[in-house]
């Protein structure tokens, strides 16, 4: 065979062998998005509070990682609008960043989504609820049913670290999880309703004594120095998951508002997140 034509007829199979490898990459990534587990949609509104804010924008870039490394697909949204029966059919489960839907219609497109089975995950301020606030506790369904914890009655200033204790051990969202763990830093809850005198409320973690003095102040009451804190509970009746976990530390005093602590800086407090959201987004309908 002439040289060229040699050279011609080789480049033409390396060519095609590249071709080939091409097409079968493309269908074999298109095969693994569309064997994805379950979708995730996180709603937030991410205004006002700088440290919420930045929890948000904290969250949705790792909740994207854990997207690709395990599987699932992860949306975010801040329309609220996005609330209703057509748009939740497409996800298994809902995440509140950092608040709660506060129209009528988005209140009852929830509602209906988990009593039809759906599966949620909130954080921090979205349990919030005060009269008066700019966030009454005008939803009875959420918050006394729902959550089970009622008003927000207090809290530690400045978010600090806090130790965790697990009190359910064999619960699959405490699954490979130490009896006691650091946690993030954080602006820690207290509520009006007592959590444990409630049946369908499960407590999985809470503020361990050692924690204790919790919160630098400067305010007296900012300050824990005993007590019993719940801070991450799911309800029986439903599938889902409450953490108090989302609130950074942030350059208040400076009045530069910057970040001075991540929400996801604790490997076994993200091992806790990522079990609760595969358990939840796997069951298929299952309390467990």
């Given at each position: 065979?002439?040289?060229?034509?040699?050279?011609?007829?080789?480049?033409?199979?390396?060519?095609?062998?590249?071709?080939?490898?091409?097409?079968?990459?493309?269908?074999?990534?298109?095969?693994?998005?569309?064997?994805?587990?379950?979708?995730?949609?996180?709603?937030?509104?991410?205004?006002?509070?700088?440290?919420?804010?930045?929890?948000?924008?904290?969250?949705?870039?790792?909740?994207?990682?854990?997207?690709?490394?395990?599987?699932?697909?992860?949306?975010?949204?801040?329309?609220?609008?996005?609330?209703?029966?057509?748009?939740?059919?497409?996800?298994?489960?809902?995440?509140?960043?950092?608040?709660?839907?506060?129209?009528?219609?988005?209140?009852?497109?929830?509602?209906?989504?988990?009593?039809?089975?759906?599966?949620?995950?909130?954080?921090?301020?979205?349990?919030?609820?005060?009269?008066p606030s700019d966030f009454n506790q005008?939803?009875?369904?959420?918050?006394?049913?729902?959550?089970?914890?009622?008003?927000?009655?207090?809290?530690?200033?400045?978010?600090t670290n806090a130790q965790l204790k697990?009190?359910?051990?064999?619960?699959?969202?405490?699954?490979?999880?130490?009896?006691?763990?650091?946690?993030?830093?954080?602006?820690?809850?207290?509520?009006?309703?007592?959590?444990?005198?409630?049946?369908?409320?499960?407590?999985?973690?809470?503020?361990?004594?050692?924690?204790?003095?919790?919160?630098?102040?400067?305010?007296?009451?900012?300050?824990?120095?005993?007590?019993?804190?719940?801070?991450?509970?799911?309800?029986?009746?439903?599938?889902?998951?409450?953490?108090?976990?989302?609130?950074?530390?942030?350059?208040?005093?400076?009045?530069?508002?910057?970040?001075?602590?991540?929400?996801?800086?604790?490997?076994?407090?993200?091992?806790?997140?990522?079990?609760?959201?595969?358990?939840?987004?796997?069951?298929?309908?299952?309390?467990?």
């Amino acid at each position: 065979m002439i040289p060229f034509l040699r050279f011609k007829w080789k480049l033409r199979t390396l060519v095609g062998v590249l071709f080939i490898l091409l097409l079968i990459n493309s269908i074999y990534a298109r095969a693994q998005k569309n064997e994805r587990k379950f979708n995730v949609i996180a709603f937030y509104t991410a205004k006002e509070d700088p440290a919420h804010i930045s929890f948000v924008h904290e969250a949705n870039k790792w909740f994207s990682m854990q997207a690709e490394k395990f599987s699932f697909i992860y949306d975010s949204t801040n329309n609220w609008t996005n609330m209703n029966e057509t748009f939740l059919s497409k996800y298994q489960v809902v995440i509140f960043l950092d608040t709660r839907p506060d129209l009528l219609p988005e209140r009852i497109a929830f509602q209906k989504y988990m009593e039809g089975g759906g599966a949620w995950m909130g954080f921090h301020f979205s349990a919030f609820a005060l009269t008066p606030s700019d966030f009454n506790q005008n939803w009875n369904w959420y918050h006394e049913e729902f959550l089970g914890a009622g008003e927000y009655k207090g809290n530690t200033w400045r978010p600090t670290n806090a130790q965790l204790k697990v009190e359910q051990s064999d619960h699959p969202f405490n699954k490979n999880i130490p009896s006691v763990f650091l946690a993030a830093a954080n602006e820690w809850y207290s509520w009006k309703n007592d959590l444990r005198k409630n049946k369908n409320i499960e407590i999985l973690l809470s503020i361990d004594k050692s924690s204790f003095p919790l919160g630098t102040g400067p305010k007296p009451y900012e300050i824990w120095h005993s007590g019993d804190y719940p801070v991450a509970w799911t309800n029986l009746k439903y599938r889902m998951l409450y953490f108090n976990i989302g609130h950074n530390d942030m350059d208040y005093d400076g009045g530069t508002n910057q970040t001075l602590s991540s929400s996801f800086s604790s490997e076994m407090q993200n091992r806790f997140i990522l079990n609760s959201l595969l358990c939840l987004g796997e069951a298929k309908g299952k309390s467990k």
